[in-house]
């Protein structure tokens, strides 16, 4: 079809489709019968038309677009559209062909020489043509354009008239402003001062948008009715309705309509993945780049929020949620609630690792480690190959162990857990703040539209039922239907949790058979750097492996979601969030918690060592600890996913989908290139752009990595400072790609972020029992202070090394286990040390756990009890003492209920007063007529009694 053609609602009568020529089955979405009027602008509108912003008339903005795909298939397409509208209601079945295919002889002996159309292209136009009208048939108002820039892709605008708007707004209830303002609650006094001074102080980092600027009136909102349309100021009616409002209205229409094709019924959601339309989306208000562009909310977004140049500045809410809706704005308001919160997290960490540093030359144990006085020889690290080595050598990884593992973590550990409580209250006091600001205070989610898939699965049902004759209620899928899709689930999760498992178990391997080939090298240099290098070896392939298993994992997440056809498409989000959560949770932190609580527990003792495979000798921690292990494996794989996954990722991939449309246009027809050269609309600029995917990436990222902050913090002090530089770049990238580089998401109403609250919840919890374990289990905290109040001699440090290591008998080791080479160290040993708190070899019970042993697990098991449940007790204190509600918000609710209650009031004495009068005007009307049949004096007393009462009832 090479005209542009807009279709406008009309007087109708519902009618069926009727197609008699199949070839021409390619316009019939043009053919709507006598509710269809169908009008070809003139090619001159196009200049009014303000880039595809608005129909060609140049008036009525496009709220909503519809793209599909769609063949050239000969001259027929040249007539579509031409309805003779006196002639509609009168003809007859033969004639109603004729009408159709206008021309009728002439162009059916054309189009019997051009090959005949697929059948499910003629079948998505039909669909097409069907669920149009039905559009229509709700009052939208709908324009085609075929002759586009992009070949082969037709594009349907849809427009929102006045009564449309308000008749949704009223279904919706949305609340929209009044006529009525009042002043929001003033601060007085030293409160107002310190108030006016942090506004001047701030306004630096403030954009330069309208929200940031200081505004004590606001107007009463309302939930909008059409009979209460005076309370509203309609002045300006095209204005009334933004945007996204308008866009959301549509879409609850296209959502609610649809079309019937036999008994298959199809909503938008249907259509869309069946490829009927290819593309639904509404536009972007303009350009948001070069100087030439009109100013528009995009390009203000785009200049105050969605510029690296200012990362310091705060994000414009207001704005983005006016723009995009609520849901995403409440991602970016919690997303800037994190990241603040951060802040006071980065510092805290930054000092507790500044007294690491300053305090590592006082630290005794270290010192007695590289005491090179201490002839304290080691026992091997691995049989044969290995050989007796020096305690001395091991002094650097000491050192840097005591850089995060003293007593100013255990602090730091606490605050972490009370700085996770605050943040969630932080955040809920927030929420509601934005809840009062954009009206949501009353707002409760309706039950949604069930899903396409649900609906087709259901229809299934049905038509089963109908084939063995049985009668069919309205049916619905009960768990027996999803029992398949249950137990598929179920096995596929614990199959993918065992392929982690098994994943970390290889990299075990690894370890244990690269740290014995480099104790066999000749390389001196290879040998003394073995735990570095196989541990970061390790890392990088944790690393490489969980990249790859996460994008994995969230296909699959999605794919075990969809058989169980979930209802709604909140039921289907909900699931697929815990099902990919959960899994990339393991996927996360297997690694880290094989390090921070396996690693070294199981190694067994000289001359009984515990063997994988009967081979394989288990892996032992350094004599400093497993921290510091666990420090490099968290900071790598932390720094590791936030570099390439969050952010070359993000960054990489646009530009490189860029690139290959770049190149395919190079590659383009003659005909194409003629296409190309005409000037690009907005709908079809909007739909290069990539297609909105969801919140669930961008929160699932920011929830993993308030794992890594909270959960094994301890170990790493520095992680919320690297969190903090990561956000900051976070929110200028996710801010760049909403408004550059994806399509306009349909604006969608929420009043908090859902279940991702609870798993922040459950993560907070959970942090503080890792953090108890880790400091009690992991660090060497616990058997420092049973030492110094238990065992020391003077009530220092001194000789704690010496009391976690035991003695070996080197005699006693098994046959074939013995170092090759004794001799390496210069002398021959006797005795080796190990750590381990177990008995001598000259004990009677020798090489069984000592009573040392027993002392400080007792010692590690209540510091745990008495960390967690006091840790617990404090962050429910917090959650306690916070309210939720910040008081002034709670009170302006309350003045807004109290104004409307007594808008209401004068506006029903308004009525009444205004009844009565007319009441009294009438009785004095019947007066006057009877005052023609009695004396004049009579009349006039009457006449003037009754005025004087009248005017004394409207005084009271």
Not at 100 to 107: E, I, Q, T
Not at 165 to 171: D, G, I, P, T
Not at 757 to 775: E, S
Not at 777 to 797: C, E, Q
Request: glycine fraction near 4%; aromatic fraction near 12%; hydrophobic fraction near 40%.
């Amino acid at each position: 079809m090479n005209v542009k053609e807009k279709y406008l609602p009309f007087a109708y009568e519902e009618k069926d489709i009727n197609i008699i020529n199949i070839k021409a089955i390619e316009d019939i979405g043009y053919v709507q019968g006598d509710f269809m009027i169908l009008n070809s602008l003139a090619p001159d509108q196009d200049a009014v038309s303000k880039n595809g912003i608005y129909f060609r008339d140049g008036k009525k903005k496009v709220d909503y677009v519809l793209a599909y795909h769609y063949k050239k298939s000969g001259s027929l397409r040249k007539h579509a559209g031409r309805i003779q509208q006196n002639e509609s209601s009168s003809r007859s079945q033969t004639g109603k062909q004729d009408h159709y295919l206008p021309g009728r002889s002439k162009d059916l002996e054309k189009a019997e020489n051009e090959p005949q159309m697929d059948y499910h292209e003629d079948d998505k136009r039909l669909r097409r043509a069907e669920y149009e009208g039905k559009l229509m048939e709700t009052g939208l108002e709908l324009e085609r354009d075929e002759e586009t820039k992009t070949h082969g892709v037709g594009f349907v605008k849809i427009h929102a008239p006045w009564n449309v708007l308000c008749r949704e707004a009223e279904f919706m209830k949305l609340k929209m402003p009044t006529k009525k303002v009042f002043e929001s609650k003033e601060t007085h006094g030293i409160m107002q001062k310190i108030h006016s001074l942090a506004y001047k102080l701030t306004k630096p980092i403030r954009p330069k948008v309208k929200e940031h600027k200081e505004n004590l009136v606001k107007h009463l909102s309302y939930p909008f009715s059409r009979e209460k349309q005076h309370l509203f100021d309609l002045s300006d009616k095209d204005s009334f309705f933004d945007s996204k409002t308008r866009s959301t209205i549509v879409y609850e229409i296209l959502k609610r309509t649809t079309c019937t094709k036999a008994k298959y019924s199809m909503g938008i959601t249907s259509l869309l993945a069946n490829a009927v339309y290819s593309a639904a989306y509404p536009l972007h208000d303009g350009d948001c780049e070069g100087e030439n562009a009109d100013p528009n909310d995009r390009k203000l977004l785009y200049e105050e929020w969605a510029s690296y140049g200012v990362f310091y500045k705060y994000q414009p809410i207001d704005l983005v949620r006016k723009y995009f809706g609520e849901k995403i704005g409440l991602y970016f308001a919690w997303l800037g609630v994190y990241t603040q919160m951060l802040i006071p997290a980065s510092i805290v960490g930054i000092i507790v690792f500044l007294y690491g540093c300053a305090t590592v030359d006082e630290d005794i144990p270290s010192m007695e480690m590289c005491d090179q006085r201490e002839n304290i020889s080691m026992c091997p690290l691995c049989d044969k190959t290995c050989s007796y080595w020096k305690l001395s050598s091991a002094c650097s990884t000491a050192r840097a162990s005591h850089l995060f593992d003293n007593p100013a973590t255990v602090f730091f550990s606490i605050f972490m857990a009370l700085w996770a409580a605050m943040f969630m209250e932080h955040w809920k006091r927030r929420q509601m703040r934005l809840n009062y600001r954009w009206d949501l205070t009353g707002f409760e989610e309706e039950e949604d539209h069930p899903r396409a898939e649900y609906e087709a699965k259901v229809l299934q049902k049905t038509q089963r039922k109908e084939h063995k004759d049985k009668e069919t209620e309205k049916e619905k899928l009960t768990w027996k239907d999803r029992f398949l899709a249950y137990l598929t689930n179920f096995v596929g999760i614990i199959f993918m949790i065992g392929l982690t498992f098994a994943i970390v178990f290889g990299v075990i391997i690894y370890r244990i058979s690269t740290a014995t080939a480099i104790a066999v090298s000749s390389s001196p240099s290879a040998k003394s750097n073995v735990r570095v290098t196989v541990t970061a070896t390790a890392v990088v392939i944790n690393l490489v492996v969980i990249l790859i298993l996460d994008e994995v994992y969230g296909s699959i997440a999605r794919w075990l979601t969809q058989i169980e056809v979930p209802r709604t498409d909140k039921s289907f989000e909900e699931r697929l969030i815990f099902k990919a959560f959960l899994l990339k949770f393991v996927n996360a932190y297997t690694p880290i918690f094989y390090v921070a609580f396996f690693k070294g527990r199981f190694v067994g003792c000289p001359g009984s060592y515990v063997y994988l495979f009967q081979s394989f000798r288990m892996e032992e921690c350094a004599p400093g600890g497993c921290l510091m292990e666990l420090c490099i494996q968290l900071s790598i794989i932390m720094l590791g996913k936030q570099l390439i996954q969050n952010n070359l990722f993000e960054i990489g991939i646009p530009k490189m989908k860029k690139l290959i449309r770049y190149l395919k246009s190079k590659r383009q027809s003659s005909v194409q290139l003629e296409e190309h050269a005409k000037k690009k609309k907005r709908y079809e600029t909007d739909y290069n752009l990539e297609p909105f995917s969801g919140l669930t990436p961008e929160y699932m990222e920011m929830i993993i990595q308030f794992g890594f902050v909270t959960l094994f913090v301890a170990s790493f002090p520095l992680a919320p400072l690297f969190a903090l530089l990561n956000n900051i770049i976070e929110i200028r990238l996710d801010a760049k790609k909403f408004v550059a580089e994806l399509r306009r998401p349909v604006a969608v109403r929420a009043k908090d972020i859902g279940i991702w609250y609870n798993i922040l919840r459950a993560v907070g919890k959970l942090a503080v029992i890792i953090n108890a374990f880790v400091i009690s289990f992991t660090s060497d905290f616990i058997p420092r202070l049973v030492y110094l109040y238990m065992y020391s001699r003077d009530g220092t440090m001194h000789g704690f090394i010496n009391h976690t290591l035991s003695y070996f008998n080197v005699s006693h080791f098994q046959p074939g286990t013995e170092p090759t080479d004794p001799l390496e160290l210069g002398y021959a040993v006797q005795i080796c040390r190990y750590k381990d708190y177990r008995e001598p070899p000259w004990s009677e019970n020798k090489y069984d756990i000592s009573k040392e042993f027993w002392a400080v697990l007792a010692a590690r098991l209540a510091f745990v009890i008495i960390f967690q449940n006091l840790v617990m007790f404090m962050s429910d204190f917090v959650d306690w003492i916070i309210p939720d509600i910040p008081k002034d918000i709670s009170e302006q609710i309350h003045k807004e209920k109290v104004l409307m209650v007594e808008l209401f009031i004068k506006e029903e004495q308004g009525k009444l007063q205004l009844l009565e009068s007319f009441s009294s005007h009438e009785k004095d009307k019947k007066r006057a007529e009877n005052c023609n049949n009695h004396s004049p004096r009579l009349c006039r007393s009457r006449s003037g009694s009754a005025l004087s009462l009248h005017s004394h009832h409207l005084q009271m």
